[in-house]
């Protein structure tokens, strides 16, 4: 087992004493830097960048190089899930993810098989291991899944959706249907994630990107209920450490208490919740992840640092703070601009941990 030079993110998520808040950012890897085009364009497409193990641990490393971040997350994509499950996953040049085949009938539903990592996603896990032994112990590596709602969502939908409107169908008009589909990626969820683990994931997150389209008791019973269930399925405690377990549901500041009882060792804000009010909500049941608005990035140096100083005295003195952005940073951001994010959360973070 190679000795971690930097745990702090790993002790933050257990509210252990850290000497400054850790740093990551949510698609840190991402368009925004120009090495990341480079490669992307030596892969020749998204999905052939996902499955190289060596171009995936190439992207993961990139942002590594450029700033002092104390988290390294797994270069791949939510939908890999669906992908495995025979669906076709493409991408449409400016339309984004896209599927050969939708799911909308009972008996689309019946014929999904439940996802085999280890026969059809070995290209994650292994590009997992590849990640983890090159990174050496610098930092730890996060892997990561969309949840059974957001997957389910592009599945009936056949990619992005500005309305839901045939997921929403399928769930009020037939609930069971909706039920056994979530059931067979929960199940999906758990053994792709428990793999990654095995890999050498050091934490793993579940991305609930359109939780918060749902109405309260339709996310309860349709999103959270199966993020609980995957909670309880996944391994706590690998190669010596606790693994642990972020959820984060975009749009979900309205349940937080209830995201905070399911288990999970931190929760993710996007940026319509202030984290000071968050803290209070959770107590001391989880840590926090976020929580800054992306789009921040596109102002002043000065701004950013200002809004960096912000966002940490609202949540205050004491540990269990992870910073992140509200959401996935945007492509068009001036690197330069991140650079100055990481820096000003290092620099004005430690005199709350004293």
Same mark, same amino acid.
């Given at each position: 087992m190679t000795e971690l030079k930097n745990d702090r993110f790993l002790r933050a998520l257990a509210r252990e004493p850290v $000497?400054?808040?850790?740093?990551?950012?949510?698609?840190?890897? !991402? *368009?925004?830097?120009?090495?990341?085009?480079?490669?992307?364009?030596?892969?020749?497409?998204?999905?052939?960048?996902?499955k190289n193990k060596e171009l995936a641990c190439e992207v993961t490393i990139q942002p590594l190089e450029r700033y002092d971040l104390d988290?390294?997350?797994?270069?791949?994509?939510?939908?890999?899930?669906p992908d495995a499950m025979g669906q076709g996953l493409y991408f449409e040049e400016g339309e984004g993810p896209r599927f050969r085949k939708i799911v909308r009938t009972e008996k689309e539903v019946?014929?999904?098989?439940?996802?085999?990592?280890?026969?059809?996603?070995?290209?994650?896990? $292994?590009?997992?291991?590849?990640?983890?032994?090159?990174?050496? !112990? *610098?930092?730890?590596?996060?892997?990561?899944?969309?949840?059974?709602?957001?997957?389910?969502?592009?599945?009936?939908?056949?990619?992005?959706?500005?309305?839901?409107?045939?997921v929403k169908a399928m769930m009020y008009k037939q609930p069971e249907v909706m039920h056994q589909l979530l059931e067979k990626l929960a199940l999906s969820v758990i053994d792709y994630l428990n793999a990654q683990i095995k890999a050498g994931a050091q934490a793993v997150q579940i991305f609930d990107t359109w939780g918060g389209n749902l109405s309260d008791v339709a996310y309860k019973t349709f999103s959270l209920a199966y993020m609980q269930k995957i909670v309880k399925g996944l391994i706590r405690e690998y190669d010596g450490r606790k693994v642990p377990v972020i959820l984060f549901t975009k749009g979900g500041g309205l349940w937080l208490p209830e995201m905070a009882d399911v288990g999970a060792d931190?929760?993710?804000?996007?940026?319509?919740?202030?984290?000071?009010?968050?803290?209070?909500?959770?107590?001391d049941k989880v840590a926090l992840q976020g929580n800054m608005d992306p789009s921040v990035l596109y102002s002043s140096p000065k701004q950013i640092r200002a809004e960096v100083e912000r966002i940490l005295k609202s949540y205050g003195p004491?540990?269990?703070?992870?910073?992140?952005?509200?959401?996935?940073?945007?492509?068009f951001v001036d690197p330069e601009s991140a650079g100055v994010f990481v820096e000003a959360v290092h620099e004005f973070s430690a005199q709350y941990h004293l």
């Open positions: $000497d400054m808040t850790p740093v990551w950012m949510m698609r840190q890897a !991402g *368009r925004y830097l120009p090495e990341y085009r480079e490669t992307r364009s030596k892969a020749g497409d998204f999905l052939s960048l996902c988290a390294a997350i797994l270069f791949s994509d939510i939908l890999t899930i019946e014929a999904l098989p439940i996802a085999n990592t280890e026969k059809d996603l070995s290209y994650v896990t $292994d590009a997992v291991s590849t990640i983890r032994k090159e990174l050496n !112990g *610098r930092v730890p590596l996060i892997g990561f899944s969309g949840s059974p709602w957001t997957l389910a969502t592009y599945m009936v939908e056949g990619g992005s959706s500005k309305d839901f409107r045939h931190a929760l993710g804000l996007d940026w319509t919740m202030d984290i000071g009010r968050a803290r209070a909500l959770v107590g004491g540990e269990g703070h992870v910073f992140n952005l509200g959401h996935g940073i945007h492509q």
